[in-house]
């Protein structure tokens, strides 16, 4: 009968796992035979059982140490090491007991990986004399591999950019890797006046979307002011990552991969919507490059809001005249906001401006998706309507913000629960069609009733659990609670399992925290003074 392995060399699970985002054994210049078994085990065995990747309950294949501490590597007897009993049929057969082969996909390791590896147990497996702190991160291995196959020269390395998703994907939360997928979709796609959709690409083991600059009319300056507006706080240092330093070497671009989820939220609200829209700085503009044509259909239809006088609450109704133009791409929605009427001088402006004392606009990109523009009486674009006119409950600040707040209410197009003073069947008619072109453009990044934008932008705000830290720093758990013991700075900002972070705190610390729990690699001979 076949034994399977259930003690430490847990092989007995057979599971497709995906490559980590976490922070892997590096051995820096490590004698040759140990650097050949771990780069051997590194490529065939690591994408499983590679903390936190733990098929099987085994998770520290690239620990070199561990193996023979732990008795699956027996050290100068290959025929008595667990872990070559399931690599190799050869030493499997002689084995005296039966182990389940591996690795699971049925892939064939090549005779010099299998000559490596028993060489370095028949020299006595010997432990790496040098720590091996160095951090090679999985995903950005994979993002540079993929990159290399991408290049051409007609397409060149500058005009890529990645979207990270490992954390999504890691967490095991099907829905939120789902989410921001999506989320990353519709925002590129909200930010292109280019005529067609482009779903962004999956690469690696559902590790990062390739983004194409040239597909959504961002050109590398504008990816570069993104990053350098939202003060990107998770990329490892030059000289700290081979992968990620190459990736920059390449599209010469100091952050050329960075969170899919941290994009969203910068990008999805001003000033760097508007920088990478294109947007102008005043309406008329704007209206210019639309080509409006045509008188508008004018409706006027009641908002109303609660608000607070000396303590009671009251319901205050606004009419706001809402117009609907035809536009060069399609359509161009506006709807004009006064303040509360205060006499007959304001009251002969809501009757006759063009501005009011703020617009908001709905149009239609070339695409079909939504352009957003937010202006206040003098027809400026500003980056938050005020909220004496507009509230969005959801902003910490109630603030109604171009224009994430606009991709959360107009999540499945134009709203058709407005009432308009006097019921027009055009009015309604001329919703419905818009929505058409703007439900079929986005069909490509799903159909539910919360903006995947606005719901990724909200899940990366929200507090850290103890598990998702460690996550953070590509660690699992139990590792991280070992490095909150060994290390008074690390339990400094962690105290102990139950802790939890601020996103803010964490993306400040985390430079500091991970050169603790990853430090950098030390200097190679004669690069010091």
């Known amino acids: 009968m076949r034994k399977y392995i259930v003690l430490s060399f847990g092989f007995a699970v057979a599971v497709t796992a995906v490559f980590s985002p976490r922070s892997t054994r590096s051995q820096p210049n490590p004698p040759p ?5 771990y780069t051997a085990l590194q490529r065939h065995c690591a994408r499983c059982h590679d903390a936190p990747d733990d098929s099987g309950g085994f998770d520290y294949v690239l620990d070199l140490d561990k193996l023979v501490a732990a008795g699956d590597v027996v050290p100068r007897s290959p025929e008595s090491s667990p872990i070559m009993c399931a690599l190799d049929p050869t030493i499997g057969n002689a084995c005296k007991t039966s182990y389940n082969r591996m690795p699971a996909d049925d892939e064939i390791i090549p ?3 299998i000559d490596a590896l028993v060489q370095w147990i028949r020299a006595g497996a010997p432990s790496v004399t040098t720590p091996a702190p160095a951090c090679a991160n999985r995903a950005h291995i994979e993002i540079l591999a993929d990159l290399k196959k991408t290049q ?8 890529f950019r990645y979207l990270l998703l490992t954390p999504q994907r890691d967490s095991g939360d099907d829905v939120a890797f789902a989410r921001v997928r999506a989320a990353a979709g519709k925002l590129l796609n909200s930010l292109s006046w280019r005529a067609d959709i482009h779903v962004p690409p999956v690469v690696g083991r559902n590790t990062a979307l390739r983004i194409d600059l040239d597909r959504y009319g961002i050109s590398p300056a504008d990816w570069d002011y993104v990053v ?6 998770y990329a490892p240092a030059p000289g700290r990552d081979t992968e990620y330093d190459g990736l920059r070497g390449l599209t010469g671009a100091s952050f050329p991969a960075v969170r899919a989820d941290w994009f969203e939220k910068v990008a999805s609200a001003d000033p760097a919507y ?3 829209l294109r947007l102008p700085s005043d309406l008329a503009q704007l209206e210019t490059i639309l080509a409006i044509s045509g008188p508008p259909q004018r409706v006027t239809v009641s908002r109303s809001k609660i608000v607070n006088t000396n303590g009671s609450r009251i319901i205050e109704r606004r009419e706001i005249p809402v117009n609907k133009h035809y536009s060069k791409p399609g359509y161009y929605w506006k709807t004009i906001d006064f303040l509360p009427a205060k006499g007959p001088q304001h009251a002969s402006k809501h009757a006759t401006s063009n501005t009011g004392d703020g617009q908001e606009i709905i149009f239609s990109l070339p695409n ?16 938050a309507g005020p909220t004496t006119l507009v509230i969005d409950r959801t902003d910490s600040e109630r603030k109604v913000r171009l224009a994430r707040s606009c991709f959360s209410c107009h999540v499945d197009g134009l709203r058709e629960d407005v009432a308009p003073d006097a019921p027009s069947s055009t009015f309604f008619g001329a919703i419905a069609n818009d929505n058409v072109s ?8 799903g159909e539910s009733s919360v903006d995947p934008i606005f719901g990724a932008v909200r899940a990366y705000g929200q507090d850290l659990e103890f598990w998702q830290i460690a996550a953070e720093l590509g660690l699992t758990g139990g ?33 500091t925290l991970s050169g603790l729990v990853c430090p950098p690699p030390p200097p190679r001979p004669g690069s010091g003074p």
């Open 228 to 233: 350098a507006e939202g003060k990107y706080p």
């Open 274 to 276: 508007s920088r990478l």
């Open 152 to 159: 051409t020269p007609t397409m060149p390395a500058n005009r």
């Open 368 to 383: 079909g998706m939504h352009g957003f523009y937010l202006t206040n009486d003098q027809g400026n674009r500003v980056d």
């Open 438 to 445: 703007y439900r079929l453009a986005s069909r490509p990044f």
């Open 111 to 113: 005779g010099p990986d």
């Open 479 to 511: 590792t991280l609670a070992e490095k909150i013991v060994a290390n008074a700075e690390v339990r400094a900002s962690i105290p102990d399992r139950k802790a939890t972070m601020k996103r803010r705190a964490l993306e400040t610390s985390l430079s």
């Open 33 to 37: 035979l140990e650097k050949a078994a």
